[in-house]
T-cell receptor, first 107, second 115 residues
């Protein structure tokens, strides 16, 4: 099956810093999603991005499907950005998750 | 739409008891997924349905687990008998198939503790 790898596994930032999270996947995919799991355990949809670039406020994402990777950019990080960021890809309807990047933003 | 609704939010049960988790997908969505999240294994797909029909249950850990979708607006995941190693957060998700492009939305999860 499809393998999804995320890096880095852990990230500690000072409030206001920028960061880039990476997601690599092993095979062609039909879509890709980024999620934020907040400290309460909720999985929040950030981006649905099978290809190209999207922006939503301080967050943006880019997927280069031909090279099998996606990047999530967080600018001017805030403490509320803390949590785990997951990349998930769909080969044939099955959404497969990466192991996540755990982000801690300190004040 | 209210999103994917799961119940209960928390469940504590004794080993050997039957546990039933419930999910109401987003109205109009034709795919429904059950996931389990643990520290050791991360987010694992247990089973998914398309138009109420189970498509792939290869992630179901063993015969103690069963899932049903009697209609488009309701699904259950049952564990009988439950064991302490079943303790985890169970998520339900749904999506709408638009060709090969779909976006999945998750419920708030059920935190199951088996003592």
């Amino acid at each position: 099956g499809i393998q999804v790898e995320q890096s880095p596994p852990d990230l500690i930032l000072q409030e206001g810093a920028n960061s880039t999270l990476r997601c690599n996947f092993s095979d062609s995919v039909n879509n890709l999603q980024w999620f934020h799991q907040n400290p309460w355990g909720q999985l929040i949809n950030l981006f649905y991005i099978p290809s190209g670039t999207k922006q939503n406020g301080r967050l943006s994402a880019t997927t280069v499907a031909t090279e099998r990777y996606s990047l999530l950019y967080i600018s001017s990080s805030q403490t509320t950005d803390s949590g785990v960021y997951f990349c998930a890809v769909t080969g044939f309807q099955k959404l497969v998750f990466g192991t996540g990047t755990r982000l801690l933003v300190s004040p | 739409d209210a999103g994917v609704i799961q119940s209960p939010r928390h469940e504590v049960t004794e080993m050997g008891q039957e546990v039933t988790l419930r999910c109401k997908p987003i109205s109009g969505h034709d795919y429904l997924f059950w996931y389990r999240q643990t520290m050791m294994r991360g987010l694992e797909l247990l089973i998914y349905f398309n138009n109420n029909v189970p498509i792939d249950d290869s992630g179901m850990p063993e015969d103690r687990f069963s899932a049903k979708m009697p209609n488009a607006s309701f699904s259950t995941l049952k564990i009988q008998p439950s064991e302490p190693r079943d303790s985890a957060v169970y998520f339900c998700a749904s999506s709408l198939n638009r060709g090969m492009n779909t976006e999945a939305f998750f419920g708030q999860g059920t935190r199951l503790t088996v003592v």
